[in-house]
Each structure stands twice: as structure tokens, then as C-alpha cells.
């Protein structure tokens, strides 16, 4: 089985977007380094945005 099939929900970008942000955040959090959630999803946002312009394909069947 492919990475992709098991796991369709990860090819929405919307849904990875949460998912890499959350994780960002939550670890950050644990690790005692205070950064917004806001500038975060930011981040993770222009990092998929540009991987998409670039080519790499995350969110093509």
C-alpha cells in the first residue's frame, strides 16, 4: 500500500497545513519556545506554497 493511499487526507493542503502548524506549535510549546500560532501557520503556509511553485507535488493524485 502507498503512503498516499494510506493516509488520502494528507494530499489536501488544508488539512496538512493544520496538521504541520499544530505539531510546530505544540513541540515549540513543549519545548518551552513562545512563538504565535499565527506567525507559524504563516510559515508553514509560504514552505508549501513554495514547494508547490517549485513543482513538488503534494496535493496531485
Known amino acids: 500500500m502507498k ?3 494510506k493516509y488520502p487526507k494528507l494530499k ?3 488539512f496538512l ?3 504541520l502548524a499544530d505539531t510546530v506549535f505544540s513541540t515549540m510549546s513543549l519545548e518551552d519556545q513562545q512563538v504565535s500560532k499565527t506567525k ?3 510559515i ?3 514552505i508549501l506554497k513554495d514547494k508547490e511553485l517549485k513543482g513538488d ?3 496531485t493524485n
Open 3 to 5: 503512503f498516499y493511499e
Open 12 to 14: 489536501q493542503k488544508s
Open 17 to 19: 497545513s493544520k496538521v
Open 40 to 42: 507559524i501557520v504563516k
Open 44 to 46: 508553514v503556509n509560504g
Open 57 to 59: 507535488q503534494f496535493f
